[in-house]
């Protein structure tokens, strides 16, 4: 038995999983949304444009906009602090840190904040103590409360994803550069920015598929008083307003359509980042 096939009997098992666990599932939602009691419809797709799934999109696109641009570039200036630092023990314990961090969301995230920033977590009473009140004018059951605790994720995912490109970063470059007499602002400007952003861009694309998509943390920290899709599908497919399923197949549907064109987004990106390096 040649290589070739050998290859292929290793990768049968992660085909395997791919096709039970990622295919089937996208083509039985593909069917179930395109399907209605007298066959073949558009109908599904007709009754997603309400203004209550509109308001849905608007506010999983805006949360996932400001969360991946904030995580994006205060990831950015905290992997610039890890990969400069002149300690090999704090590099590896920022860098453990984000790992932990980038993988700590869903339901035990949004009970930490809630102990945390809660109207009765520590933060707010040690600030009221201090004369501070954060409440009623912030709520961390509220969206912009929702967008600081996905940047609690966010941030740490843009650090592992930008720092590979900072450590690319050669030190003659900016060296070369200081000789020719650029500025700091001149360096980053006209060299170091443009070798970044492709790595820049890519984590942007990632961390916006990773806020849209997420779930566990926006209904076990807001329930249904924020109107997002996630929110909205597994109501629908939970029944607790109505029971419709094939109106949450057609909304994961035009989900999967916003992911997928992030995710192409992201490997443009990458490829080019890949062709900086």
Known sequence: M???WLTWIGLAPFLAFVLAFEILPVLTLLRSSLTGEGGPTLDNFARALTPTTLTAFTNSLKLAVATAFGGTLFGSVVAYAIVTSHSPAMRHAMTALANVAANFGGAPLAFAFVITLGST????????YLGIQLYPDFR??????LGIAYLYFQTPLAILLVMPALLGLRPE???AAEILGATTLQYWRRVALPILAPAISASFFLVFANAFGAYATAWTLTGSDVNLIPV??????????????ALADALAILSLLVMAACLLA??????RMRRTA
């Open 232 to 245: 909205q599908i597994a109501a629908l497919v939970r029944g607790e307003v109505v029971l419709d399923p």
């Open 121 to 128: 977590g520590f933060v707010t009473l040690l600030l009221g």
């Open 173 to 175: 470059w900016r060296e």
């Open 266 to 271: 992201y490997q443009y990106f990458a490829r």
């Open 140 to 145: 961390i059951y509220s969206i912009t409360g």
């Open 2 to 4: 040649n290589r070739h």
